[in-house]
């Protein structure tokens, strides 16, 4: 099976699918990557065999390819400060503070970074944080890994990006925005070549044992 994940949804899957692999006697193919880039591959013609995306919104794009998908996760935006947070960062206003160097997703190339500027536009702050922003990339990881290396005062990111980071990073919710949710839906491909294989690979990312492991990961459980 070829399998087409949002990047940030390995921590909480990558073991579901050893299992998967060694239950079936079957290869899972795993191709994880920014949500934009992943509809750009899709839409150039590449073909899943299933697709996990970060937000409903990347799966609405890609849709008429799949069979009708099914929400599995949710997980929230957080702002991720230095330890302590020595610059004083108590929401999304004060990322627009003087100074700040500040991280955030590219828009167009994950969910996260599209989630992110509907959050900026809806909390009325896009145009005093833009000017803070130093870096947009694909991935949250690359901005936790920024963050730990002192390159960056702030960033907005999953909430999940932030677990294991917690001896260096803090991570601060953003209140009252139901818009900095993101949700997570599965898809099996239409006409996929081994059907039922597809579709039991689905059941096992529902189960029990991988909701545990999503919400040891940060995430939130839709079912």
Known sequence: LNLFAGSMLRPAIEQTLIDFEKREGVRVTRVYNGCGILVAQMK????????????NEFMAQVVDLFNP?????????????????????????????????????????????????????????????MKNVTVQTPTGDMLVNQMQTGSLDAAVTYLSNAVGAG?????????????????????????????????????????????????????????
């Open 167 to 223: 001896d260096k990073l803090d991570a601060l919710r953003i209140q009252g925005l139901k818009c900095s949710v993101a949700t997570q839906p599965f898809a099996v491909a239409k006409g996929v070549k081994f059907k039922q294989l597809a579709e039991r690979l689905h059941v096992a990312l529902k189960s029990a044992q991988s909701q545990e492991r999503f919400l040891d990961e940060g995430f939130q459980w839709k079912k």
């Open 69 to 129: 998908p099914e929400e599995i996760a949710q997980n929230e935006l957080v702002i991720l400060v230095q330890k302590g947070n020595p610059k004083g960062v108590v929401d999304l206003k004060s990322l627009g503070n003087a100074g700040l160097r500040v991280g955030i997703g590219h828009e167009k190339q994950c969910a996260m970074g599209w989630i992110t500027q509907r959050t900026f536009t809806e909390s009325g702050v896009t145009d005093a944080v």
């Open 44 to 55: 150039a013609g590449q073909k899943p065999d299933a697709y996990f995306a970060c937000d």
